[in-house]
DNA sequence: AAATAAAATTAAGCAAACTTAAATTAATAA
DNA sequence: TTATTAATTTAAGTTTGCTTAATTTTATTT
């Protein structure tokens, strides 16, 4: 059976092994869900016994394909709220995370449909991340690179941001790094990899640590 | 702590309890959430222990001002939601329930609000029944008085309208009296009880015969 | 008023989803 | 390679919200 419970761990489990393209650590998926590493090795014992998970003693963690359509399920209806949220009722993006991470266990397939419907069939989400469709197939997106990827010299445009802490969402925002934002990298750092980015005409420094949360394209030919 | 379970029972005891006026009996609550007396024995212990129920041993149930509070926050969430599914989704009246049931639990103060809004303000359900506002006025639970009674300068609410006089309730239909709409009073003249109302914008005067055909409730704070 | 039926409560137990602490396995470093 | 550290699992225990069975209280009937 299918709780919130399990459906967050499919969640966080898919969206990591995608990420890190190989299994998921019990300590790592224990740190991003705020539960012991001992519940993490309960619960993936259940999942791997309903057939949801690849799960072996001490090899990590991975969706199977049962797994991963109940993962996506939970992370359309996650964006889809999301989009609605911000262009219906008229949220700010830094907002919406919560309030999606609630609603998308509550939401039937039907429910969904029409919001989809309703919203006419967005793409993106509002931080730039890409809706799966009905099937559970994500539409064609350009190359994306993590902004800690970024080279010397050339111009991006900030592709995706992760939502999940509001603090840094905001500093993000107030820096400029906000969805389709423009930027221009001058320097690496070669200490700690601090980026000196130009954006909205100013130079700032941007720590190695951000640079992990959000992403970008690549803008050819600026 | 509130839990979904919790809210459940509250609500549940809430609209029943108003429903007959009285205590609620536990074979009943657990009649109308297919749960054992047993459980519902247990769970009137803690609520009341929490201070949301008034509970004594075989006495039966009925909620405190506190308890009311969350019941009243849960049915107007849950109103709501079935405001949206079918004015905004296209749902049919019959389909609401179940959906409307899940919402309730996963949604904010802050979003039932926006979607308030964003439906402007209605005041009745999909099915008829009032929905309770920000701060928990109940129309159901306030005073009803006929037209005849009201007094100048008060705003009101039309509760009931008396249907056995079909041109009567055309004729209302048109002038605006409708379940559920707000008006002011701004004048009564003495010389045969006529009410001059605002209603909708427009000032209209109604007779005192005619006025004798529906009833309200005051709306208080407007 | 006593016998019986109905309702409510208590008791004991279970499953889910956690916890902490102890034990085991794997990884890393001297 | 062995010692040490880190990661993982197992074990034991907790809370929530239920269950059934037994007991107690209240209500009803004769």
């Not at 999942?47 to 939970?74: F, P, S, V």
């Not at 902004?147 to 802490?165: I, L, P």
Request: aromatic residues 8%.
């Amino acid at each position: 059976m299918s709780t919130i419970s399990k459906e967050n761990y499919l969640k966080a489990i898919f969206i990591e092994e995608v990420e890190r393209n190989s299994h998921v650590p019990v300590n790592i998926l224990s740190a991003k869900l705020g539960i012991s590493q001992a519940a993490v090795s309960d619960m993936s014992k259940k999942l791997a016994n309903e057939d949801l998970l690849d799960y072996q003693k001490y090899k990590g963690l991975k969706t199977t394909q049962k797994g991963r359509n109940i993962a996506l399920d939970i992370i359309r209806k996650h964006r889809l709220w999301e989009v609605f949220l911000t262009n219906t009722l008229g949220y700010n993006c830094d907002e919406v995370h919560d309030e999606a991470e609630m609603l998308e266990h509550s939401t039937s397939t039907k429910l969904i449909n029409k919001i989809e419907e309703f919203l006419n069939f967005p793409i993106l989400d509002p931080h730039g991340y890409p809706i799966p469709d009905k099937n559970g197939n994500f539409p064609n997106t350009r190359e994306i690179i993590n902004f800690s990827q970024v080279e010397v010299g050339k111009f991006y445009e900030v592709a995706r941001v992760n939502d999940e802490n509001k603090e840094v969402m905001n500093y993000l925002t107030k820096i400029g790094i906000v969805l389709g934002e423009k930027l221009f990298i001058e320097n690496s750092l070669e200490f700690d990899k601090t980026l000196i980015v130009k954006i909205r005409g100013n130079s700032i420094a941007i720590s190695s640590q951000i640079s992990e949360i959000f992403s970008v394209s690549l803008v050819e030919g600026a």
